[in-house]
């Protein structure tokens, strides 16, 4: 693995640094409008869709300089694009499995965020263990008819399709009757219902009702009841393609951190002159810099046109516990000031990283930490699966009676 930019990676960094001087917005982007408005300038730059094929809009860029395009938006305190379960799970699945009218359908679309997109798996029964999920769809002709409830689902309230995963052989074995479909949010029959956070936020996740939902058979992604095998495409890339964002997110928190410690004033100096401080962050900074380098490992492996496999649940499981970690020594640090949401004076609040364009979201986003240990498999599911697929472990039904057998 080489840890150093090529020439071509440093010019091509100098390139973005470049337009992010020049284009990036100089007010918070609040409206949808204006959220649009920059995803398409970031997406015209060539910034979005990196990776995905030229044909359906892509730009075919290597895993090399989608790194740097992260890394250069972090550190200019970029705001991100929109369409983030369109990019991450959608596109990728329907390159892989879908039919060459499908990715003419909707790639670009995904791209252009001219329609967003939602992700249709847990159920309240089935999070973690997603194969026991219970939402049928039972075949009428050329049609599916969907009913059943989907939760948790993020940008449901806003998303125009989605990727649901659907029984559709109620007498297979749990993970064989499974189908992956793209469904019309605005089909009648779906009902999108709000959940709201702790935090107050109704907007980020919802349930979703089907009752009688008509879904071609066109839509269906892959063959009948290989829904299982198409599952893992998305669920792959949102556990290993998350870890570059979760970086340049983590640098840009960090980087605030440090200006908020010397101007947090403790005993009379600064807050950063104290030991115990310094030793706190020269913490977040080592794990975040092996955090950064086991990325970088994995794009190298990207880079060799290796696929990502189970090693994906190494990346996720790193970053989620680096994360939470991370965002407790950062509220620890900041006493009082890491635990209010309003009202903080504008010197401690932490004004990145947040869509809205909102301050003082400190505990926001330590919260979150503690749902990236959940979403996308927990971190006990990412154990099972690096023991058993990746160290060839026993299974962990088959390791507790051999526990109980010794």
């Given amino acids: 693995m080489d840890l150093q930019y090529s020439s071509e990676d440093l010019a091509f960094q100098d390139e973005v640094r470049r337009w992010l001087r020049e284009h990036l917005p100089r007010e918070p982007q609040r409206t949808p409008g204006a959220k649009k408005q920059w995803h398409r300038a970031l997406y015209d730059a060539g910034f979005v869709g990196m990776g995905w094929p030229r044909e359906y809009g892509g730009w075919e860029r290597r895993p090399m300089e989608q790194a740097i395009v992260a890394e250069e938006m972090a550190r200019h305190n970029a705001p991100p694009p929109m369409n983030y379960m369109g990019i991450a799970t959608a596109g990728p699945t329907i390159i892989h499995h879908g039919t060459r009218a499908q990715k003419r359908r909707f790639l670009r679309n995904i791209l252009t965020a001219d329609e967003l997109w939602c992700q249709l798996f847990?159920?309240?029964?089935?999070?973690?263990?997603?194969?026991?999920?219970?939402?049928?769809?039972?075949?009428?002709?050329?049609?599916?008819?969907?009913?059943g409830q989907k939760i948790w689902t993020s940008s449901a309230n806003e998303a125009d399709w989605g990727l649901l995963?659907?029984?559709?052989?109620?007498?297979?074995?749990?993970?064989?009757?499974?189908?992956?479909?793209?469904?019309?949010?605005?089909?009648?029959?779906i009902d999108v219902r709000a959940l709201k956070q702790i935090t107050g936020v109704e907007e980020e996740f919802a349930e979703v009702f089907f009752t009688n939902v008509v879904v071609p058979v066109e839509n269906l992604v892959g063959e009948l009841n290989t829904g299982w095998q198409v599952a893992q495409t998305p669920l792959i890339y949102e556990r290993g393609a998350e870890t570059m964002l979760v970086v340049g997110r983590l640098q840009q928190q960090f980087s605030r951190l440090l200006d908020v410690t010397t101007a947090l004033r403790r005993d009379g100096a600064s807050a950063i002159e104290h030991p115990a401080t310094r030793q706190k962050l020269g913490s977040i900074a080592a794990e975040l810099e092996v955090l950064r380098y086991a990325s970088l490992r994995t794009l190298s492996r990207i880079e060799k046109g290796e696929h990502p496999g189970p090693e994906a649940s190494i990346a996720k499981l790193h970053w989620t516990e680096l994360d939470k970690r991370a965002q407790e020594l950062m509220v620890e640090i900041l006493g009082p000031y890491g635990q209010q949401v309003t009202g903080i004076p504008s010197q401690y609040a932490l004004d990145v990283g947040n869509e809205s364009g909102d301050r003082g979201d400190w505990p926001y986003f330590l919260g979150w930490a503690y749902a990236g240990t959940i979403y996308a498999g927990s971190s006990q599911i990412q154990r099972n699966i690096i023991g058993e697929r990746v160290l060839g472990l026993p299974k962990e039904a088959r390791a507790d009676r051999l526990a109980q057998q010794s």
């Fill in 122 to 147: 847990s159920e309240p029964n089935a999070g973690s263990d997603l194969a026991s999920l219970q939402c049928r769809a039972d075949i009428d002709g050329d049609t599916f008819v969907v009913n």
């Fill in 165 to 189: 995963l659907a029984r559709t052989d109620r007498a297979a074995r749990k993970h064989a009757g499974i189908s992956a479909m793209l469904v019309d949010m605005r089909s009648p029959g």
